[in-house]
């Protein structure tokens, strides 16, 4: 099984509308990053969270670790269509520079 | 331009062929991360230079592959005799502080096709 599993693997939504996607670990995180990706192209870093209770926000897109379930969730307020593509979680499971495990990735549509 | 590059951005190669691909990172950044991403999965670990040295190749699947980073900055992922099973896109990525957990910022990819 993945240590780190991302639900839903996708989601459609209508422009405008909120939505979440989660992110939920095996083992006990260090650092937990949000990366975007469109098709073709490399990953766009959105936010990292370290701490338990943790919140960070960024434009319409705010993410939260709950230390305790060893899960984030990325939730985006009035979706747009600029909002779509590959929403990737990345755990660090070791303090200093470590290479990250990552999930499968949410696709997410947004449509008018 | 200020983030990291990687070239080719695509190639394509036939079954048995050696190829090299090249990352460069940020300026100043002293960790380096080589990924590969196959279709809808996540990006899968490959290896991590800290300055010249590798600090962690365990995610390299086979003695085909190999990376050199032999002045610090620019990086080469070289594979040898290519399997169609090599198909993927190649990522790399740059951070810059060796002692914390930074974050790591990705180049664009090479899109590796092995016919």
């Known amino acids: 099984s993945q240590e780190l599993e991302q639900s839903p693997q996708s989601l459609i939504v209508q422009e405008g509308k909120n939505l979440t996607i989660n992110c939920t670990s095996s083992k006990t995180l260090y650092g937990l990053y949000w990366y975007k990706q469109k098709y073709g192209e490399g990953l766009i870093f959105l936010m990292m969270?370290?701490?338990?209770?943790e919140e960070k926000s960024h434009e319409k897109i705010t993410a939260k670790l709950d230390e305790k379930k060893q899960q984030s969730s990325l939730h985006i307020t009035a979706s747009q269509p600029s909002h779509a593509g590959i929403y990737l979680c990345g755990a660090g499971y070791n303090s200093g520079n470590t290479p990250l495990v990552f999930g499968k990735g949410t696709r997410l549509s947004v449509i008018a | 331009g200020a983030g990291v590059s990687q070239t080719p951005s695509n190639k394509v190669t036939e079954k048995g062929k050696y190829v090299e691909l090249r990352c460069d990172p940020i300026?100043?950044?002293?960790?380096l991360y080589w990924y590969r991403q196959s279709l809808g999965q996540g990006p899968e670990f490959l290896i991590y230079?800290?300055?010249?040295?590798?600090?962690?190749d365990s995610g390299l699947p086979n003695d085909r592959f190999f990376a050199v980073r032999p002045e610090g900055s620019v990086s080469t992922l070289k594979i040898q005799r290519t399997e169609r099973g090599d198909s993927a896109v190649y990522l790399c990525a740059s951070s810059s502080q060796p002692f914390s957990t930074d974050t790591q910022y990705f180049g664009p990819g090479t899109r590796l096709t092995v016919l």
């Open positions: 230079f800290q300055g010249t040295g590798a600090a962690d």
């Open positions: 300026s100043g950044h002293t960790a």
């Open positions: 969270l370290q701490k338990g209770g």
